[in-house]
T-cell receptor, first 114, second 111 residues
Framework: NAGVTQTPKFQVLKTGQSMTLQCAQD?????MSWYRQDPGMGLRLIHY???????DQGEVPNGYNVSRSTTEDFPLRLLSAAPSQTSVYFC?????????????FGEGSRLTVL | DQQVKQNSPSLSVQEGRISILNCDYT??????FLWYKKYPAEGPTFLIS?????DKNEDGRFTVFLNKSAKHLSLHIVPSQPGDSAVYFC??????????FGTGTRLKVLA
């Protein structure tokens, strides 16, 4: 059971570089989302999607782009990385978009921006 | 503006005793609440949830209580075990398609 798979697990970037964090789920979940975890800040929602072709902003969307071309994949793009984006990123999915189900999380991607 | 608040960053409890973790929320549109447990270097894992139509939900050693009038929920772990040592997050949803998380409480169960 793969569940929610995130790649890469670790990444170091220089300021201004771009990269994409990959997220894939094999549970046919409608809902997918990205969070970042920072000390003392908990988990903050970056972007989310309620289905293929539909995305929307969360609490901290600035500096990040997302797309949802398939049900399975929900990549997170950093177009010009900044040190403030150093964080641990989690992708999560849920069976339905009705917000009455549990979120399943990936293992996380640790990003350092120098 | 923090819509979901966990005001205790940490909690220490003796093994076998009860652990009580608290969470407050401000958005009256929230109608579904969840608790997650997180070990270092792992993703959060679901523990228990409660809908706003209930005031209590139990699952084994874990019970969640919801007080809608006070906009407060709590997670009780009885009896606490050393393996319960982790960071616990509460989360809320409702009104929009967003799950909003609190800042977490680090629980340490002392053997």
């Amino acid at each position: 059971n793969a569940g929610v798979t995130q790649t890469p697990k670790f990444q170091v970037l220089k300021t201004g570089q771009s990269m994409t964090l990959q997220c894939a789920q094999d549970m046919n979940h409608e809902y997918m989302s990205w969070y970042r975890q920072d000390p003392g800040m908990g988990l903050r929602l970056i972007h989310y999607s309620v289905g293929a072709g539909i995305t929307d902003q969360g609490e901290v969307p600035n500096g990040y782009n997302v797309s949802r071309s398939t049900t399975e994949d929900f990549p997170l793009r950093l177009l010009s990385a900044a040190p403030s984006q150093t964080s641990v990123y989690f992708c999560a999915s849920s069976r339905t978009a009705t917000n009455t189900g549990e979120l399943f999380f990936g293992e996380g991607s640790r990003l350092t921006v120098l | 503006d923090q819509q979901v608040k966990q005001n205790s960053p940490s909690l220490s409890v003796q093994e076998g005793r009860i652990s009580i973790l608290n969470c407050d929320y401000t958005n009256s549109m929230f109608d579904y609440f969840l608790w997650y447990k997180k070990y270092p270097a792992e993703g959060p894992t679901f523990l228990i949830s409660i809908s706003s139509i209930k005031d209590k939900n139990e699952d084994g050693r874990f019970t969640v209580f919801l007080n809608k009038s006070a906009k407060h929920l709590s997670l009780h772990i009885v009896p606490s075990q050393p393996g319960d040592s982790a960071v616990y997050f509460c989360a809320a949803s409702g009104g929009t398609y967003k799950y909003i998380f609190g800042t977490g409480t680090r629980l340490k169960v002392l053997a």
